[in-house]
């Protein structure tokens, strides 16, 4: 993430705050490390100290889903910057910041599950389960952290999905076999990074909600990034 190109250029949030730190200019895979030791440290520390074992489980797959999905939004920016992508779609992409507004809507969701809906329903909510009957507020506030990046992510993958498919059907018929090739590979990675948050389904049973969203998203992109994919190979 060390290239010289203008703040906010072609980038994501995420590359913009990062790079915009002074005295960090390091590479995608120390920064994707730094990532995944940092936020996975924390979160085994606080397990250990609260012996919450449950907690260290659903906080470590997390932060996989949320370290994958920068890779994904890294990968994703680094192809599209290529000369060759049309700057409309780079444009609507990146310019937007629409993955932001969708991002916290799916925040806010999940939030107003956890702490309002869930816990009307009796039983075990998913809090107490995850964190016990007095979660720790360290603990709590680390998760909401950890649940925002990868809320965030999942706002970049819908964002990534839909202006693909426009992408597609507006400009797909000029594109060279190469750039269709890099293309659907892209599109493909945005299906990965949904299918890879499946993993979130066994930390889920008994919120048949919160199964049944995950699932969801993830078939849409599939279908949208699929067809996408459909198109640029005719």
């Known amino acids: 993430m060390s290239e010289d190109r203008a703040l906010?250029?072609?980038e994501w949030v995420y590359e913009s705050?990062?790079?915009s730190v002074p005295g960090i200019k390091t590479s995608r895979s120390v920064a994707l490390a730094a990532q995944l030791l940092g936020f996975e440290a924390a979160i085994l520390v606080l397990?250990?100290?609260y012996d919450l074992p449950g907690a260290a489980v659903a906080g470590s797959v997390a932060v996989f889903v949320s370290v994958a999905g920068s890779a994904f939004m890294l990968g994703l920016s680094r192809v599209i910057r290529r000369e060759d992508s049309p700057p409309a779609y780079r444009s609507l992409?990146?310019?937007?910041?629409?993955?932001i507004v969708l991002g916290l809507m799916a925040f806010f969701a999940l939030v107003v599950y956890v702490f309002v809906y869930d816990p009307r329903q009796g039983g075990n909510s998913l809090l107490t389960t995850v964190l016990g009957?007095?979660?720790p507020v360290v603990f709590v506030f680390l998760?909401?952290?950890v649940s925002w990046d990868v809320m965030y992510r999942i706002g970049v993958g819908w964002w990534a999905s839909l202006v693909g498919l426009?992408?597609?059907y507006r400009y797909g018929d000029g594109l060279?076999?190469?750039?269709?090739t890099r293309l659907r590979r892209l599109d493909a990675a945005t299906i990965g990074f949904a299918a890879f948050q499946l993993l979130f389904l066994p930390l889920l049973v008994g919120h048949p909600i919160l199964q049944f969203a995950v699932v969801g998203h993830a078939a849409a992109v599939t279908v949208v990034s699929g067809l996408s994919i459909l198109f640029l190979r005719e």
């Open 8 to 10: 906010g250029e072609s």
């Open 17 to 19: 705050i990062v790079r």
């Open 47 to 49: 397990a250990l100290w």
């Open 93 to 99: 992409l990146f310019g937007s910041h629409i993955e």
């Open 133 to 135: 009957d007095r979660p």
């Open 143 to 145: 998760l909401l952290v």
């Open 166 to 168: 426009w992408r597609t």
């Open 176 to 180: 060279s076999p190469e750039s269709r």
